[in-house]
């Protein structure tokens, strides 16, 4: 079984369209390519990647789609498209050639919770299943309810949470995204990455044991044929480097059957994204 980190980005740093990477961010305000990742993999034994959107333009989806067709490595992208756009059934068939294209992501923590039921948006995500993509749902732990409500109206369109929603980890706060995000994984279609953890609590001062009680409630809850590992590299090295983050994981479910491990650590990924 193939080893997938399910999340990570690619980037040519650039100030004003990167304005999220702020002054607490240095050790990210740089270039980060194919060639920094390679190394990182090969070390911690996973095989390939998925590249996810960082900016939400076109432009993005088609820097990634270059870089895939480049390095083997990088097994499918998730990119941005304009959801809301009149013209989306046209994007979507001149993306349709792209066998490496797998799903879109639009960057919702930064929206209103209203913003993914408004009904454009609702029109754009209906349009996702005849074209066989899927869909990233970036959201913080706040927007669960709305999410639940926005995943619930199509039960045929393959969901993934990306970060178990972002929990506020740092304040210990976890009663209230256990109770949504059971919720929502209470629909088959939906998985769950699990990833972005370490930049949600105290960058410099955290353990593994931190992490503990949210990884429990997140198995509970999907189970272990509906989550899947990601990275989140580059930004991760905010807190931690890449080995150091993937041994959270590594630790956590290292007492589960090898079979487990293998779907969590690529087999539920390539079935979710169909890679090959």
């Known amino acids: 079984m193939l080893r997938i980190d399910a999340h990570q980005h690619f980037w040519q740093y650039d100030p004003v369209r990167d304005a999220w990477i702020d002054n607490t961010m240095t050790a990210i305000r740089r270039d980060f390519l194919p060639e920094d990742l390679l190394p990182l993999l090969n070390k911690n034994q996973v095989d390939g990647c998925v590249a996810v959107q960082a900016d939400q333009s076109e432009t993005e989806t088609d820097f990634l789609l270059q870089l895939a067709a480049q390095h083997p490595f990088i097994k499918g992208v998730v990119g941005w498209v304009d959801l809301r756009s009149p013209a989306l059934e046209e994007r979507l068939a001149h993306y349709s050639q792209f066998n490496l294209l797998k799903g879109f992501r639009h960057i919702l923590q930064a929206e209103d919770p209203q913003f993914m039921l408004e009904d454009a948006f609702i029109k754009g995500i209906n349009r996702l299943r005849q074209f066989g993509y899927t869909y990233d749902v970036l959201i913080y732990a706040h927007q669960l309810k709305h999410a639940a409500q926005f995943v619930a109206a199509f039960p045929d369109q393959p969901f993934v949470i990306d970060h178990i929603a972002k929990p506020a980890i740092k304040q210990g706060e976890i009663t209230e ?7 929502v994984a209470g629909l088959p279609n939906v998985y769950c990455k699990v ?3 370490v930049t949600e609590t105290h960058w410099q001062q955290w353990n593994e044991a931190t992490f503990r009680p949210y990884l429990n409630v997140v ?8 989550l899947m590992y ?3 590299w580059p ?3 905010l807190a931690a480097d890449y080995e150091a ?3 959270i994981v590594k630790h956590y479910f290292s007492s ?3 079979e487990e ?5 690529g087999g539920n990924a390539i079935q979710f994204y169909q890679l090959s």
């Open 245 to 247: 983050n993937m041994n």
């Open 235 to 237: 930004v991760c090295l």
């Open 195 to 197: 990833s972005g953890m």
């Open 256 to 258: 589960f059957s090898a």
């Open 230 to 232: 990601g990275s989140d």
């Open 177 to 183: 995204w256990a109770r949504d995000i059971r919720k």
């Open 261 to 265: 491990q293998n779907r969590f650590f």
């Open 219 to 226: 198995v509970e809850a999907f189970g272990m044929n509906r």
